[in-house]
């Protein structure tokens, strides 16, 4: 299969408990910013975004909470389960540079134990 | 509702051979595409996106090139593999102005021997 992420920082969770991912971003100017999830082999989907003049969104079983002081992002799973697990990535939009594309973080590996 | 597609799925070349990669969008018009490329342990590295038919821009110097020939459809080239050109590469779709995400397809491994 896939062999995305071998290296990644890994989070390890108990099915049940609820999973915190997070990410630094570096740009201050960025003002969208968005959670994926990828599986082995699989291209990224998209959970949750969020935009710069909010500090916090839920969806489904995911909080997304941007502490634009610190620059950092964090991705909460509420009752993890076994399909969680994924490498997961943080993304941010550089408006300054009017391109539209996103940057990447390097990705957290989510690792379910049943 | 709008699919990404992309193929091959899979493909081993042999270094020095051309590369052709597709990526259609189905269900919207004039979209934002994308090529990213992903290598083992990393995030996801853009190599090229296009606003419109015709209209490509490079992120990085490199041995690959993009085409958008129609509206929905981008492709990646080589006309010269390297090794270090195998990752898995991916394509991806925003709506453009009004809507940032990014949707992607399901990938091309890209094995280069």
């Known amino acids: 299969g896939e062999s995305v992420g071998l290296h990644l920082p890994t989070l390890s969770v108990q099915e049940g408990d609820n999973s915190i991912i997070n990410c630094a971003y570096s740009n201050s100017a960025s003002d969208y910013f968005i959670w994926y999830k990828q599986e082995s082999g699989k291209g990224p989907q998209f959970i949750i975004d969020i935009r710069s003049n909010m500090d916090k969104r839920q969806g489904q079983r995911v909080t997304v909470l941007l502490n634009k002081t610190v620059k950092h992002l964090s991705l909460q799973i509420a009752a993890t389960q076994p399909g969680d697990s994924a490498v997961y990535f943080c993304a941010e939009i550089l408006i300054y540079t009017g391109r539209r594309a996103l940057t990447f973080g390097s990705g957290t590996r989510l690792q379910v134990q049943p | 509702s709008q699919t990404i597609h992309q193929w091959p799925a899979t493909l081993v070349q042999p270094v020095g051979s051309p590369l052709s990669l597709e990526c259609t969008v189905e269900?919207?018009?004039?979209?934002?595409l994308y090529w990213y490329r992903q290598a083992a342990g990393r995030g996801l590295q853009l190599l090229f996106y296009s606003v419109g038919i015709g209209q490509i821009s490079s992120e990085v110097p490199q041995n690959l090139s993009a085409s958008r020939p129609q509206d929905r459809q981008f492709i990646l080239s080589s006309k010269k593999l390297l090794l270090s050109d195998s990752g898995f590469y991916l394509c991806?779709?925003?709506?453009?102005?009004?809507?940032?995400?990014?949707?992607f397809g399901p990938g091309t491994r890209l094995l280069v021997l």
């Open positions: 269900g919207t018009s004039n979209p934002n």
């Open positions: 991806a779709w925003t709506k453009g102005q009004a809507k940032e995400t990014q949707y």
